[in-house]
């Protein structure tokens, strides 16, 4: 899942790095990616399987489908479709495991996420906060995709950025490679600002 979106960013970082200005090591360079990029990379993906451990829960998660995608400052809001196959819950009595299988449950949450990146580890933190905890219902189905609400509320996701590929630019005689290392990465009203320092050699 997070090396697919990875590969997104990384492909859109590409496809804008022709706007990159000449800079000195220490200058920022920041990238804007509009709203509607980001929706239609995160759409490429899908569907995307969540790696969301639990003790009581088993079974496949996928986000079949993400709409009503909205940057705003430090917040990503969107509505996830989510499916459930092969789900079962698991508890346990007197030192034995004891599994109810459910089966397939699919369900719609409208969730508000917070953005942390921490540029020491070149990973971004994505914090989604379900905004209806209540699929409705009071049969084994209803439980298991209350269950797989509990699983995304409130828990941050890691997404590890890959090191991108240089910048490589032939000036006469020499050779120009810009290395770039992203510092920072900012959602605001309909955009995602990254920020990234250069580094400039030349042989």
């Not at 459930?84 to 949450?109: C, M, P, Q, R, Y």
């Not at 240089?166 to 009203?189: L, M």
Request: hydrophobic share 45%; net charge positive.
């Amino acid at each position: 899942m997070m090396r697919k979106l990875c590969f997104a960013i990384a492909i859109l970082l590409i496809t804008f790095a022709g706007s990159l200005r000449q800079a000195k090591a220490e200058d920022v360079i920041t990238l804007m990616l509009p709203e509607s990029v980001i929706a239609k990379a995160v759409t490429a993906i899908l569907p995307l399987r969540i790696d969301a451990h639990s003790k009581t829960i088993q079974g496949d998660i996928v986000i079949k489908s993400i709409t009503d995608f909205q940057l705003s400052s430090n917040q990503l809001a969107c509505r996830l479709h989510l499916a459930g196959s092969n789900l079962g819950f698991v508890s346990e009595i007197a030192g034995h495991e004891i599994k109810l299988k459910v089966g397939a449950v699919e369900i719609d949450v409208q969730t508000n996420a917070t953005l942390r990146y921490d540029a020491v580890q070149q990973t971004l933190f994505v914090k989604p906060v379900v905004k209806n905890l209540s699929p409705g219902g009071k049969d084994a189905k209803a439980d298991i995709g209350q269950a797989l609400v509990t699983l995304l509320n409130g828990r941050e996701f890691p997404i590890t950025l890959q090191n991108l590929d240089p910048i490589i630019a032939k000036s006469g005689a020499k050779i120009i490679t810009i290395n770039t290392r992203i510092t920072d990465i900012r959602a605001q009203p309909e955009s995602l600002r990254l920020s990234l320092v250069p580094l400039i050699s030349a042989k």
